[in-house]
């Protein structure tokens, strides 16, 4: 299994776009591979994004191992201050 980040590489948020960065910075520094699922440019994505999450409105960025869920951002920070990334990302 790999780690899938989705993501909306179109967005006026700017928050939205520091954490999506954030989350590729921490995963690059860390040698850790991931592929990236750009939801915007295809809708199935989006729709596969909310139906691994168990959440129909859920928004970008969210992670998963494969198949499986990982978490939000906020999951995915609290994974680091809690030094369980390895754990979170279920490597």
């Known amino acids: 299994?790999?780690?899938?980040?989705?993501?909306a590489s179109v967005s006026s948020s700017v928050e939205l776009k520091k954490k999506q960065e954030r989350i590729m910075s921490v995963l690059t520094s860390k040698k850790i591979s991931y592929k990236a699922v750009d939801i915007t440019q295809n809708a199935q994505d989006k729709d596969l994004m909310r139906k691994k999450a168990g959440n129909p409105a859920a928004m970008p960025p969210q992670i998963c191992n494969g198949d499986v869920y990982c978490g939000d951002f906020e999951a995915f920070e609290n994974a680091i201050e809690c030094e369980e990334l390895e754990k979170f990302l279920k490597l």
């Open 1 to 7: 299994m790999s780690v899938i980040l989705y993501y």
